[in-house]
Structure formats: structure tokens, C-alpha cells
């Protein structure tokens, strides 16, 4: 039973213009959502978050917006960089779950010169 | 501050055979989580320890694998015998009070041929 989904295994853009990662989840408990960026033989890196009260998070080139009756939720990246070609994984928790974070499948992301 | 280490980097191993991670987290953090990466999914949680206390491990196959966390600080994961399916990078995160996000380390590339 996946609880997080991110439905597009790959997402091609051109340096420049506007990459948007979308995330799925299903359970109506998580109340925070991360987004993690990873690099090949590396770890996951923390991207950006966004807590269950707010519907909009920006941090530089990077924006997260969640739309909690849809339970869903985006990453967008504006302007993309050919640096930003990497795995982006959506993460969900649960207050009462102990923090856990749930991931989805990721997203690989190719920003193209 | 240091980040989380792991080691090996990489282990490739025989089938029926057993191998050892480890993990030495932030220094400070309570809160220790070993995940399995299957190629082309997300991260998945095998065990949670607080402290050196088990949190949950629900996800954890017990019959062949283990983890410990003798005196609440580094860590290890044990699988005996390894499996095929076992192929995966094993990634070590660390969270701080209060924090939502984890920190990971590089993870540990295993190949069970």
C-alpha cells in the first residue's frame, strides 16, 4: 500500500524553464511534507518542506504548494538548472507516528542544457 | 558539523553469505533510521531506534535480518543470509529534537550475486 506516490518516473526540461515535480499521498494523518533532492551515490539531500497548515512555501528557486483536500502536493523549480538534474523524493510524516518519513518513488529530473 | 558516515560504500557478497553496515550519526541525535533503497523506488523504513531503544520495526525482515544500537549512538545492520532480493542501498539518517527532517549519510551499495 503506497501511501506517497509520485507518478512520473522521469521529467525532461530545458534549462531555464520551469520544472514541476507532482507527489500523491493518501493518508489524511501526515501533516508534514519534505521534498529531498539525491545525487547518484549519494544520499538524499532536504530540499524544501512544507508543514499541513500552510499551502504555499517558497525558498529561493524552489517552491512547494499543497493542496490538502486533493492530498496533493508539487515542487517547482523555476528557473531549472542543469545542476537540478537529480531524484527528487517526496516525504510525508505523522505527528503520531513518531516523525517517520514516508517516501514516495522519486521523480528523476533532467534539465537539459 | 560532521555528517552521518557509513561504511563500507560498497559490499557485493554471495547469496547465503552475511554482512554488516555501519552507521555513526550526528553527534547529538537521538533519533536513528536504517532504510532500504531498492533501484528505481524510494527509500524504505526497516527500523527506528531512539536512543538505543527500538522504535519501530515493523518493517524489519527479523528472520534474517537484525540492527543494534548498543550505547544510543553508531549503529549496525546485519543481514544473514543475504538474499538476491536483498540488492539495495542501505541508507543510516539522523534527526535532532524538534526537527522534522533527516540527515543521511551515503548509504552502502550491497549487490548479492
Known amino acids: 500500500d503506497q501511501q506517497v506516490k509520485q507518478n512520473s518516473p522521469s521529467l525532461s526540461v530545458q534549462e531555464g524553464r520551469i520544472s514541476i515535480l507532482n507527489c500523491d499521498y493518501t493518508?489524511?494523518?501526515?501533516?508534514?511534507f519534505l521534498w529531498y533532492k539525491k545525487y547518484p551515490a549519494e544520499g538524499p539531500t532536504f530540499l524544501i518542506s512544507?508543514?499541513?497548515?500552510?499551502d504555499k512555501n517558497e525558498d529561493g528557486r524552489f517552491t512547494v504548494f499543497l493542496n490538502k483536500s486533493a492530498k496533493h502536493l508539487s515542487l517547482h523549480i523555476v528557473p531549472s538548472q542543469p545542476g537540478d538534474s537529480a531524484v527528487y523524493f517526496c516525504?510525508?510524516?505523522?505527528?503520531?507516528?513518531?516523525?517517520?518519513?514516508?517516501f514516495g518513488g522519486g521523480t528523476r529530473l533532467m534539465v537539459k542544457p | 558539523e560532521a555528517g552521518v558516515a557509513q561504511s563500507p560504500r560498497y559490499k557485493i557478497i554471495e547469496k547465503r553469505q552475511s554482512v554488516a553496515f555501519w552507521c555513526n550519526p550526528i553527534s547529538g541525535h537521538a533519533t536513528l533510521y536504517w532504510y532500504q533503497q531498492i533501484l528505481g523506488q524510494g527509500p524504505k523504513l526497516l527500523i527506528q531506534f531512539q536512543n538505543n531503544g527500538v522504535v519501530d520495526d515493523s518493517q524489519l525482515p527479523k528472520d534474517r535480518f537484525s540492527a543494534e544500537r548498543l550505547k544510543g549512538v553508531d549503529s549496525t545492520l546485519k543481514i544473514q543470509p543475504a538474499k538476491l532480493e536483498d540488492s539495495a542501498v542501505y541508507l543510516c539518517?539522523?534527526?535532532?529534537?524538534?526537527?522534522?527532517?533527516?540527515?543521511f549519510g551515503s548509504g552502502t551499495r550491497l549487490t548479492v550475486v
Open positions: 539518517a539522523s534527526r535532532g529534537t524538534g526537527s522534522y527532517g533527516y540527515t
Open positions: 516525504a510525508a510524516s505523522s505527528g503520531n507516528a513518531g516523525n517517520m518519513l514516508t
Open positions: 512544507i508543514s499541513s497548515i500552510k
Open positions: 493518508n489524511s494523518m501526515f501533516d508534514y
